[in-house]
């Protein structure tokens, strides 16, 4: 399965940027997605997840009312907007598809990972 991640890049503090991860062995249409991000010396970590369906969505703390996870499974395609980027936001941004089709936090609930986009918030 390859999952393909997409759309990082260099942002300002206060902007905005949009990652796309498409699917194209279509192996996540009855699966939760998710991003996760892992900044350079730290742990993966979380950021947001959505159940199979489109509901179900789940935000770190440290993202919610900034980022919105959306999906298009017509399109195969997870989204993650991400608004009012933060120095604190710079990571590499990974999407995974989930065992099951709701999102959970936990890593282990997933089964596949894309490569990463980076995403470099900074003056």
């Known amino acids: 399965v390859q999952l393909q991640a997409s759309g990082g890049g260099l942002v300002q503090p206060g902007g905005s940027l949009t990652l796309s991860c498409t699917n194209p062995k279509r192996t996540s249409s009855n699966n939760g997605m998710a991003w996760f991000r892992q900044a350079s010396g730290k742990d993966r970590e979380f950021v947001a997840g959505?159940?199979?369906?489109?509901?179900?969505?789940l935000y770190a703390e440290s993202v919610k009312g900034r980022f919105t996870i959306a999906r298009d499974n017509a399109k195969n395609t997870l989204y993650l907007e991400m608004n009012n980027l933060t120095p604190e936001d710079t990571a590499l941004y990974y999407c995974?598809?989930?065992?099951?089709?709701?999102?959970?936090?936990?890593?282990?609930?997933?089964?596949?990972w894309g490569q990463g986009t980076l995403v470099t918030v900074s003056s």
């Open positions: 959505i159940a199979y369906r489109g509901g179900g969505k």
């Open positions: 995974a598809v989930a065992r099951n089709s709701y999102a959970s936090v936990q890593q282990m609930e997933y089964r596949y």
